[in-house]
């Protein structure tokens, strides 16, 4: 293989593309990761800043303890593990390729929100990945067009990434959504976005989303922290309590107070 002498990591990504290299590249930086490439199209993303796919379909509760593990003992191969996993039942063909599709996007915006550093390559190692993989250059413009979207809703995407938000004060319209009443139980004032992908097995770009989409609503309130260089929040200053997204008023029902936060373990977390 040609020595690459890339720019940056997309290049470096679009010249192993070129070269239908297999191998990993690791990447340093905060928060940094590792991509596993084979013919040069990435089919894996592991980074501190996203869940993986085993982390999905564990944390959501998709597949059990027990099970992964039994599936892991008698498949110790990484690299048929997903096949192991369908054959078992477990989940089904075309979810599993979708998972780990999505985490390899979700990675990839995950290691952008950060400072990256040098990288190295090296061997291919044995891993759980999609298949067949994702084209660099997709890759990257997917990455572009979540941060520009994050961008024209909120504001800069790494800002974003370190609120921790609040409960807010806002009512529900009728019955809450499971996905953002499972968000409002992770909700402490502590954890951040990627705290809270982690605890439900969701995408960290998904909850992104919907904490934008909560605060709107004055679900959820948050001060942006004040060690981001001094710049004023580029957020939108919403009124908790109303509701100022746009689209159709909501069918009439009841309205009720924001269901409290249950403790971990309360209730089982969907997806």
């Given at each position: 293989m040609r020595a690459p002498h890339p720019r940056n990591l997309p290049a470096l990504l679009v010249r192993l593309h070129e070269d239908e290299?297999?191998?990993?590249v690791r990447v340093a930086g905060t928060p940094g990761?590792?991509?596993?490439?084979?013919?040069?199209?990435?089919?894996?993303?592991?980074?501190?800043?996203?869940?993986?796919?085993?982390?999905?379909?564990?944390?959501?509760?998709?597949?059990?303890?027990?099970?992964w593990l039994a599936a892991c003992a008698a498949q110790r191969d990484e690299d048929l593990l997903g096949e192991r996993l369908v054959a078992d039942g477990l989940v089904g063909a075309a979810e599993l390729e979708v998972v780990c599709t999505a985490v390899v996007f979700d990675g990839a915006f995950a290691m952008s929100l950060g400072a990256l550093g040098n990288w190295e390559l090296s061997d291919r190692e044995p891993g759980f990945v999609a298949r067949p993989g994702v084209e660099?250059?997709?890759?990257?413009?997917?990455?572009?067009?979540?941060?520009?979207?994050?961008?024209?809703?909120?504001?800069?995407?790494?800002d974003l990434a370190r609120v921790r938000p609040v409960p807010g004060t806002g009512v529900v319209e009728g019955p809450l959504s499971r996905r953002h009443e499972d968000i409002l139980n992770q909700v402490n004032g502590r954890r951040t976005a990627r705290d809270i992908a982690f605890a439900l097995g969701r995408g960290?770009?998904?909850?992104?989303?919907?904490?934008?989409?909560?605060?709107?609503?004055?679900?959820?309130?948050?001060?942006?922290?004040?060690a981001?260089?001094?710049?004023?929040?580029?957020?939108?200053?919403?009124?908790?309590?109303?509701?100022?997204?746009?689209?159709?008023?909501?069918?009439?029902?009841?309205?009720?107070?924001?269901?409290?936060?249950?403790?971990?373990?309360?209730?089982?977390?969907?997806?």
């Amino acid at each position: 293989m040609r020595a690459p002498h890339p720019r940056n990591l997309p290049a470096l990504l679009v010249r192993l593309h070129e070269d239908e290299f297999s191998g990993t590249v690791r990447v340093a930086g905060t928060p940094g990761g590792t991509l596993h490439l084979r013919d040069g199209l990435v089919g894996a993303v592991e980074t501190p800043g996203a869940p993986t796919a085993a982390s999905v379909l564990l944390a959501s509760g998709r597949i059990g303890d027990d099970d992964w593990l039994a599936a892991c003992a008698a498949q110790r191969d990484e690299d048929l593990l997903g096949e192991r996993l369908v054959a078992d039942g477990l989940v089904g063909a075309a979810e599993l390729e979708v998972v780990c599709t999505a985490v390899v996007f979700d990675g990839a915006f995950a290691m952008s929100l950060g400072a990256l550093g040098n990288w190295e390559l090296s061997d291919r190692e044995p891993g759980f990945v999609a298949r067949p993989g994702v084209e660099p250059r997709q890759l990257t413009d997917e990455t572009t067009r979540r941060i520009a979207r994050l961008g024209s809703l909120w504001g800069p995407a790494s800002d974003l990434a370190r609120v921790r938000p609040v409960p807010g004060t806002g009512v529900v319209e009728g019955p809450l959504s499971r996905r953002h009443e499972d968000i409002l139980n992770q909700v402490n004032g502590r954890r951040t976005a990627r705290d809270i992908a982690f605890a439900l097995g969701r995408g960290l770009y998904a909850v992104m989303l919907d904490l934008i989409r909560m605060r709107t609503l004055g679900f959820l309130r948050w001060e942006v922290p004040g060690a981001l260089d001094g710049r004023p929040s580029t957020a939108a200053r919403v009124t908790p309590g109303r509701t100022t997204a746009p689209g159709p008023p909501p069918a009439p029902s009841r309205t009720e107070p924001l269901p409290r936060r249950v403790p971990r373990g309360g209730e089982k977390g969907g997806k």
